[in-house]
């Protein structure tokens, strides 16, 4: 029943109660055009047919507007932006020579390498560890002696390779803690490249830093801890909230810093003036065509006391010499070298006190001589360095290895040789004989700071 219809009768009714009224006034109601598109053809049946052609004057049936647009509203949907993205990336086709390419080219760095292999030995000791806790190999470990010995090696692995990799990071953590408590212009500097998007300033940069070097720092600690307690207690005896909470803060503070990074001003980009610290630029150039080491490998009688140092005291040389190269902290290189060549074996052997059987006692302890020998890699691959830096060539050694590339031949020479190596490299005619212009670019630099930078040089 319309409008009109329901004003008539009531009209009526009153005038048969002898009440006066006022002549009613129309009721006028608006249509609104409700914007649509041509992308679906049912809209514009709705919108062309007879029923939608109306007269503003004329009454309408509000129950055929809701009718109608409920129908806009069932044919309109709202474009779905996941299945969309995921679409898009399952049509791309993957190039796999390119792919290739990239796993060539990252496979040929010795740290990569080195990481590749730690993230074997883990991913193996990880799912035997797993299987065994599930019972997924009672038919393959019927005893219950065997299951445990296989659960403590394992766990034991597990436990001495994270516990390397925190001692390989520590002494650069630290030493970033010391740079954030110092504060100076060049501490910030290289804080900023560090932990800051784009090596830029950023509002309060010192307590988002100070949050993220604290949490890497407590991820060590908690791992050291964790390290006490499987060594330190038998699996019986072992407390498992002092495991729960060791493990959960040892996972979970890296995992917070590294999500803290990126959500926090250090991972936002910022318009900041350029400051001092990024006003200087150091560029190295070489002029001379075909630069030479000082003297060969062997040549030690060249500088008798470099070589005695080197034989006596090669850790210490070894970072002094990397800080002389602008190579990074003397101490932070001469910890961290120490720590590569020593730390697998007293972990590994510290690692097999709690294992029953004595093969796999005798097994743990030799791994840890072999990598406490492949631990020269590190003077191998800053070797590398160096020689990409200056220009200089490749080692000549006379092994049927090295003929496959100059990296390789580095890392040998540091394998069979390494104070001779050692020697080579810290003899200063090595490094000023390759070096022609040292250009620094500065924009609003003291005078005085200009000199000093050049006098240490």
Not at 184 to 209: C, F, I, Q
Not at 267 to 289: A, H, L, M, N, V
Not at 339 to 349: E, G, R, T
Not at 382 to 402: D, G, S, V
Request: with cysteine.
């Amino acid at each position: 029943m319309t409008l009109m219809t329901e004003n008539s009768e009531v009209q009526d009714e009153e005038e048969s109660n002898g009440s006066k009224l006022k002549t009613p006034v129309p009721l006028d109601i608006k249509t609104f055009n409700i914007p649509h598109t041509n992308e679906d053809p049912r809209l514009n049946d709705i919108h062309t047919s007879p029923s939608n052609k109306r007269d503003n004057s004329s009454p309408l049936n509000l129950q055929q507007i809701v009718n109608e647009r409920d129908q806009l509203s069932h044919i309109i949907r709202r474009p779905n932006k996941i299945s969309h993205v995921f679409q898009q990336i399952l049509s791309r086709k993957l190039d796999r020579e390119s792919l290739q390419n990239m796993a060539k080219e990252w496979i040929k760095s010795p740290i990569n390498i080195v990481l590749l292999i730690w993230i074997i030995c883990v991913t193996i000791s990880g799912a035997i560890l797993f299987l065994v806790m599930t019972g997924m190999l009672n038919h393959l470990l019927p005893q219950k002696h065997q299951r445990e010995t296989w659960f403590e090696v394992n766990n034991q692995i597990l436990n001495a390779l994270f516990t390397l990799i925190c001692l390989y990071h520590h002494p650069r953590r630290i030493h970033h803690f010391i740079l954030l408590l110092r504060w100076k212009s060049h501490d910030v500097s290289k804080l900023r490249k560090l932990y800051s998007k784009n090596g830029t300033y950023k509002p309060h940069e010192r307590a988002h830093m100070a949050i993220v070097i604290f949490l890497l720092n407590l991820n060590c600690f908690a791992q050291y801890a964790l390290c006490g307690i499987n060594v330190g207690y038998t699996r019986s005896e072992r407390p498992a909230i002092g495991v729960a909470i060791t493990i959960t803060v040892a996972i979970a503070a890296p995992a917070f810093a590294g999500v803290y990074t990126i959500v926090s001003p250090l991972g936002k980009d910022y318009d900041t003036c350029p400051d001092e610290e990024s006003q200087i630029e150091t560029r190295f150039s070489f002029s001379e065509t075909n630069p030479k080491w000082s003297g060969g490998v062997l040549d030690i009688w060249n500088d008798i006391s470099v070589s005695h140092l080197s034989l006596f005291c090669g850790f210490c040389v070894f970072g002094w010499n990397m800080e002389r190269l602008g190579f990074g902290n003397m101490y932070v290189h001469t910890a961290t070298f120490l720590l590569f060549c020593l730390a697998p074996f007293l972990i590994f052997n510290m690692a097999a006190i709690n294992v029953k059987s004595e093969v796999v006692r005798e097994v743990l302890g030799g791994t840890g001589v072999f990598l406490c020998v492949f631990g020269l890699l590190y003077g191998g691959f800053w070797r590398i360095q160096m020689r990409k830096r200056y220009n200089l060539p490749a080692t000549n050694c006379k092994l049927w290895c090295c003929g496959k590339g100059d990296d390789v031949s580095d890392c040998v020479s540091w394998l069979f040789c390494c104070w001779c190596s050692l020697a080579q490299e810290v003899q200063k005619k090595a490094i000023k004989k390759n070096i022609s212009k040292f250009v620094i670019l500065c924009v609003g630099i003291r005078k005085s700071s200009l000199q000093v930078l050049l006098a240490s040089w």
